[in-house]
């Protein structure tokens, strides 16, 4: 029995043995062999080998993601180093674990494994000293980052490759840790730079509840919101229009927060230029930041940009408030018509004013050069009796206009657009730093009527007009041919706002008549709140 069991002891072991070395000739082959390597899993898209990585071309590649990476604000947060790597670790981790089980379903054993996935994190980590050397010499040289490795030093690093190759295992791609988030335009030139680029369209989508908003309280914000546009303050009963947000279709848009706001804009200035709708924009921003809670922490800077009481004014023509915390300026400047408008005869009272369609406000051109981000807006001033009412008489080039063309609203209206777009796009180029939006018109909602014949919009159901909007075009299409081949973007905001008829002031308006309904400006918090997510997602 004794001999029996030693016997078969030595079967065993020499079976063993037997099955070893061929395990251990299996795995020399298919290691040393190029052709068995074609079984293997394909790469990713976003996954290059470091061989790619290192060439002149992919170098350069990855220097534009830097390059975006650092002036293109409309990415939704900025990575720090630790975050990449974080990013790169997890990237990593996740093609080891593919490549494991993929080892394992051709035979490999799971204590193979196990010692090739730490060989991998070791070899991982000195990939990841390749890859910030990488974007350190993006950083900091730019382009000529792809010319960074001379002809010697190449062959050395494919030497050294090489070595590794023999003494290491397979060497493992490097991921690249590229945000491909759709919200996230992706362009080959920076933003003052007029290249085409694939980005969210931001007016595509439905509105839908939400329990986050509003983003402030109606009751609140008295330290910013005019009273004749709380509509909370009123004798309105029904508030679900304030719990609607929007949600664009083929991305997500960044969630508004005041703190983040306040990062992204540190030593910078905000700037609306407009209507009263523009104000209204602007006073949701203000309410936005804050929370609508009252702050000590800001100082008015009006005197800086000129906006004082005029004598025989009831009011400044904006406002400028800064938050000392971070060097923040938020400002709003009344221009109804966005072109310069001018006393004729300065010595007379009565006097008519020039409007020059052809030239862009005094303010904009004395005042460009201080604005990180600036929002541009006109529309609703544009009517005869407007126009009648501010004794405005148009000029094109200096002098009356004679063009009876021109002389018609919407072609006059028309021209201050394009106008202004364009000087704003010439002064792009020397100020980089500055982001230009024009936004698209505000929609009006007259039903059976305007505003002084009876129109009303007494409609309080959210989103009984529609609650999604599929247009690839905006549907302010004058803005939109306006800012088509400038280095100025469109914040469109007409679409999703036509959707919202029950957002308006309507009759509840402290200073409205009987039979009078205010179906232009709306009530806030409520639609321009939205308009002002839409301008955070994008600087």
């Known amino acids: 029995m004794k001999a ?95 490549q494991s089980s993929s080892g394992k379903s051709m035979g490999e054993s799971n204590t193979r494994t196990t010692s090739r996935t730490e060989q991998i994190l070791s070899s991982v980590s000195d990939e990841e000293t390749k890859h910030e050397g990488v974007l350190e010499a993006g950083k900091s040289h730019g382009v000529q980052a792809s010319s960074s490795l001379t002809t010697s030093e190449a062959k050395s690093n494919e030497a050294k490759e090489e070595k590794n190759s023999k003494q290491e295992e397979p060497k493992i791609d490097l991921v690249i840790n590229i945000p491909q988030k759709s919200y996230i335009p992706v362009r080959k030139e920076s933003w003052n730079n007029a290249t085409e680029y694939k980005a969210c369209n931001y007016a595509k989508g439905k509105w839908v509840p939400d329990n986050k908003h509003p983003l402030y309280s109606g009751f609140g914000c008295k330290q ?19 719990r609607l947000r929007w949600q664009p279709k083929d991305c997500q848009m960044e969630e508004f927060e005041g703190s983040k706001f306040f990062r992204r804009m540190q030593n910078k200035t905000l700037a609306f ?23 000590n922490d800001v100082e008015d800077v009006g005197k800086e940009y000129g906006l004082i009481v005029a004598e025989g004014s009831a009011r400044p023509n904006g406002w400028a408030y800064r938050f000392s915390r971070t060097n923040t300026t938020i400002l709003y400047y009344w221009s109804a018509s966005l072109c310069d408008v001018e006393p004729i005869d300065v010595n ?38 407007k126009l009648n009412a501010n004794r405005w008489v148009m000029h094109v080039g200096g002098v009356p206009n004679t063009d009876r063309k021109i002389a018609v609203i919407w072609a006059a209206k028309n021209l201050t657009i394009r106008s202004v777009v364009s000087w704003v796009d010439s002064q792009l180029p020397k100020y980089p730093g500055l982001k230009a939006f024009y936004r698209t018109i505000s929609p009006r909602h007259f039903f059976g009527g305007e505003w002084n014949t009876g129109g009303s919009c007494d409609n309080t159901k959210p989103m009984s007009v529609g609650k999604e909007l599929l247009d690839e075009e905006s549907s302010d299409q004058v803005a939109a041919s306006a800012v088509k081949g400038t280095r100025v973007k469109l914040l469109d905001i007409t679409g999703p706002s036509q959707l ?31 308009w002002n997510e839409m301008l955070f997602a994008q600087i």
């Open 348 to 385: 007379n009272p009565d006097t008519d004013y020039a409007m020059h369609l052809d030239r862009p406000p005094a303010f904009l051109r004395q005042f460009i050069h201080k604005f990180d981000v600036l929002v541009l807006n006109t529309g609703h001033h544009w009517n005869r009796g």
């Open 224 to 242: 910013w919101l005019s009273a004749m546009w709380a509509c909370r303050l009123m004798q309105r009963t029904d508030f679900a229009y304030e």
């Open 500 to 530: 919202r008829d029950e957002g308006h002031i309507s009759r509840y308006s402290l200073t409205a008549k009987p039979g009078v309904q205010d179906c232009l400006h709306w009530c806030l918090p409520g639609v321009p709140d939205t």
């Open 273 to 295: 230029v407009g209507d009263s709708l523009g104000r209204q924009q602007y006073q949701s921003l203000m309410c936005m930041v804050t929370g609508g809670e009252e702050t």
């Open 4 to 98: 029996g069991f030693n016997g078969l002891r030595g079967k065993e072991i020499s079976l063993i043995s037997i099955v070893l070395m061929c395990a251990t000739i299996l795995l020399w082959s298919w290691e040393k062999t190029p052709g068995l390597t074609a079984f293997l899993p394909p790469q990713s898209p976003l996954q290059f080998s470091s061989d790619h990585l290192f060439s002149s071309s992919s170098v350069k590649e990855l220097d534009t993601h830097i390059h975006v990476a650092e002036h293109d604000s409309s990415w939704p947060t900025k990575k720090t180093t630790d975050e990449l790597e974080e990013q790169d670790l997890d990237l990593a981790s996740q093609t080891i674990s593919a």
